[in-house]
């Protein structure tokens, strides 16, 4: 398991990713069971997270952040990234984003590829 923390942080909303092998649907629920024994990401607001298996099956959590497990996924997609999970954790500040709480789950989605 590979975490990147405090990878931004925006109007008191801080968010951070974290990522590593999942080789179904139930190694990715491991995984996020996992990331969450760290009582910090069990306290998350958001763990959206994102997985394109071998054979082509996507498998996404928005965890409340509706869409944001899709930006995850075309970001795989692009990027060819099979049996990989990337899970984008957020700390809700108090004030609401809006969209660009997508385009932060871009970036942290991109800085976890960039750092592979």
């Not at 923390?5 to 995984?31: E, H």
């Not at 990337?86 to 004030?95: A, D, E, L, N, T």
């Amino acid at each position: 398991m590979k975490i990147i923390q405090n990878v931004l942080t925006d109007k008191g909303s801080k968010y951070s990713v974290s990522g590593g092998l999942a080789y179904s649907k139930l190694q990715a629920q491991d995984f996020i069971k996992d990331l969450k024994r760290n009582k910090k990401f069990s306290k998350a607001t958001h763990n959206t997270w994102g997985l394109i298996l071998s054979d082509g099956i996507e498998i996404k959590d928005d965890d409340g952040e509706g869409g944001a497990g899709n930006i995850i996924l075309r970001i795989l997609n692009s990027a060819k990234l099979y049996n990989h999970i990337i899970v984008v954790s957020r700390w809700y500040g108090g004030v609401h984003l809006g969209g660009d709480r997508f385009r932060h789950v871009k970036t942290c989605t991109k800085i976890y590829l960039n750092d592979m």
